[in-house]
């Protein structure tokens, strides 16, 4: 089970995450939904260490999560990423073997098999010479799922996979989510739109800056909740999407 406790960040004196706290247990695809700003992306690099918290604690299994990281898989927004970077296709989802086989040494031939059946996964083996660079946003995103797929980790946290992708890539996407959840697996998965917080997802986590609702899809996405979280927007975002 992960379980966050009273986790807050604070950006030179902005509050980013209030004091929140949640816990997940395994087969789970758990979406965090929210306005822009809430601190969505900022609780999920809070989670995995990747920027200082003021307050909290993390803990996978009863250890702090931040001693298992190799049982976490990221995939953070695309505006981070440098897609100008020259690397191929296979190498990407080849540096998600790194803990397994080192830093300077060649693949192991169980690696490049993990490898491969990831990139076959998602569609992607055939393009596995291609530069990452040179595919559309929906082949880019298959491949950095590939890259979760072949760390084989147990927990997986998504900071808005489905920007920039086409329906196949979306629905393909979803597909690997149940299968992963099938096998147990916790995914977090932070949404850019309301109308993302389909019925794919078994729980929802509403937040803006903290937790406002946790739980199914009927308990959090209520008039009450979205207008705490949205304000004067909620109006306008529940007639224009498919909730």
Same mark, same amino acid.
């Given at each position: 089970?992960?379980?966050?406790? #009273?986790?807050?960040?604070?950006?030179?004196?902005?509050?980013?995450?209030?004091?929140?706290?949640?816990?997940?247990?395994?087969?789970?695809?758990? /979406?965090?939904?929210?306005?822009?700003?809430?601190?969505?992306?900022?609780?999920?690099?809070?989670?995995?260490?990747?920027?200082? !918290?003021?307050?909290?604690?993390?803990?996978?299994?009863?250890?702090?999560?931040? &001693?298992?990281?190799?049982?976490?898989?990221?995939? $953070?927004? &695309?505006?981070?990423?440098?897609?100008?970077? $020259?690397?191929?296709?296979?190498?990407?989802?080849?540096?998600?073997?790194?803990?397994? @086989?080192?830093?300077?040494?060649?693949?192991? &031939?169980?690696?490049? !098999? =993990?490898?491969?059946?990831?990139?076959?996964?998602?569609?992607?083996?055939?393009?596995?010479?291609?530069?990452?660079?040179?595919?559309?946003? /929906?082949?880019?995103? &298959?491949?950095?799922?590939?890259?979760?797929?072949?760390?084989?980790?147990?927990?997986?946290?998504? #900071?808005?996979?489905?920007?920039?992708? #086409?329906?196949?890539?979306?629905?393909?996407?979803? %597909?690997?989510?149940?299968?992963?959840? @099938? %096998?147990?697996?916790?995914?977090? !998965? !932070?949404?850019?739109?309301?109308?993302?917080?389909?019925? %794919?997802?078994?729980?929802?986590?509403? =937040?803006?800056?903290?937790?406002?609702?946790?739980?199914?899809?009927?308990?959090?996405?209520? $008039? %009450?909740?979205?207008?705490?979280?949205?304000?004067?927007?909620?109006?306008?975002?529940?007639?224009?999407?498919?909730?």
């Amino acid at each position: 089970m992960l379980e966050v406790q #009273d986790l807050a960040v604070n950006y030179r004196g902005v509050v980013a995450v209030e004091n929140i706290s949640f816990s997940l247990a395994p087969g789970q695809i758990v /979406g965090i939904i929210g306005p822009n700003g809430a601190g969505k992306s900022s609780l999920i690099k809070a989670i995995l260490g990747l920027i200082p !918290v003021q307050q909290g604690r993390v803990t996978f299994r009863s250890r702090a999560l931040s &001693r298992q990281l190799a049982q976490v898989a990221y995939i $953070p927004q &695309r505006a981070q990423i440098d897609w100008d970077y $020259p690397i191929t296709v296979q190498n990407v989802a080849m540096m998600a073997r790194i803990r397994h @086989t080192g830093l300077f040494r060649a693949p192991s &031939r169980q690696s490049k !098999v =993990i490898v491969q059946n990831a990139l076959e996964r998602v569609g992607m083996w055939e393009l596995r010479h291609r530069q990452i660079g040179e595919l559309s946003g /929906g082949q880019q995103q &298959r491949v950095f799922l590939a890259q979760a797929l072949a760390q084989e980790a147990e927990l997986f946290l998504f #900071d808005e996979p489905f920007v920039g992708v #086409d329906k196949k890539t979306e629905a393909m996407i979803f %597909e690997v989510f149940d299968q992963l959840k @099938t %096998e147990g697996k916790i995914l977090l !998965v !932070v949404g850019h739109e309301l109308r993302e917080a389909s019925r %794919e997802y078994d729980r929802f986590l509403l =937040i803006n800056k903290k937790l406002i609702a946790n739980g199914s899809r009927s308990e959090v996405i209520t $008039p %009450e909740n979205l207008q705490q979280a949205y304000g004067d927007n909620v109006i306008f975002l529940t007639r224009n999407s498919d909730l």
